[in-house]
């Protein structure tokens, strides 16, 4: 029963595809209400309308909105707590890579990776909070990396940015903890997705990983909905500050 989430509400950014989509669908199995965000509208809707097929569109509900835009943070996060009730978790999913060494990489570029990948946690991140807070209760789940840890050529941009995401993580803890939330990273390892595709093709990329992951295999978006429903359930309720990494061992060896 620590992991039912019956009851609950759960906010999960960048959830139309991919890793978001996949913790949303499980948060959703798990017995969780669940709110889809996304800025594409039109695949935000066929993904709302597959999962509420699923699951009843009483417990599917979605928010187009850009996540480093305070402004529209806000206005979602208090239309979802008025239409459908309290956000008792919310999943800083949303994130975009970029691709470029250090030396050629532009402002703007490094802004944006930055942003989507960092500030966005913190925006969305303190805009739940604030409910949170005063309710004494709710978990945060920031979606870090093995780039939180780890730092590959021509990623820079999106390797600074998870690695301070960890750093964000301890500083919601260390201010909010008090207050009876529970806000911890989930590291995903390399994740066969579409937008990963490119490099699981890339015969020598991928024996590069094949060699480098101790389980021998890339991670599967369903590999991260169990450590999710665990963050975000009563299961975790003494678990704070954390980074739990998924990685099949990656960052363990040499």
């Not at 499980?26 to 709302?48: D, H, M, P, S």
């Not at 093709?201 to 599967?220: K, V, Y």
Request: with cysteine.
């Amino acid at each position: 029963m620590t992991f039912d989430l019956s009851g609950k509400t759960a906010l999960i950014t960048g959830s139309s595809r991919g890793i978001g989509l996949s913790i949303a669908n499980g948060l959703a199995e798990a017995g969780a209400r669940i709110v889809l965000n996304g800025i594409n509208t039109t695949r935000l809707a066929e993904t709302q309308a597959s999962l509420a097929n699923k699951f009843g569109a009483a417990r599917v509900e979605s928010r187009a909105f850009d996540v480093v835009d305070e402004e529209q943070v806000n206005a979602a996060v208090a239309s979802i707590e008025s239409d459908i009730g309290p956000i008792d978790i919310v999943v800083n999913n949303a994130g975009v890579q970029h691709r470029e060494p250090l030396l050629d990489v532009s402002l703007e570029a490094w802004r944006r990776v930055v942003d989507i990948n960092l500030t966005s946690a913190f925006v969305v991140g303190r805009a739940v909070a604030r409910g949170m807070v005063d309710r004494g209760h709710g978990k945060v789940v920031n979606i870090c990396s093995v780039q939180t840890e780890l730092a590959r050529q021509t990623i820079g941009p999106y390797t600074a940015a998870k690695g301070a995401l960890r750093n964000l993580t301890r500083a919601m803890t260390a201010e909010w903890a008090p207050s009876g939330l529970q806000i911890n990273g989930l590291a995903p390892g390399y994740i066969h997705t579409e937008m990963t595709q490119k490099l699981v093709d890339d015969p020598a990329f991928n024996e590069w990983i094949l060699g480098r992951t101790p389980a021998h295999r890339w991670g599967t978006v369903e590999d991260l909905v169990g450590p999710a429903v665990f963050l975000a359930s009563e299961a975790s309720d003494y678990v704070n500050g954390q980074v739990l990494f998924v990685d099949g061992g990656m960052t363990v060896v040499v």
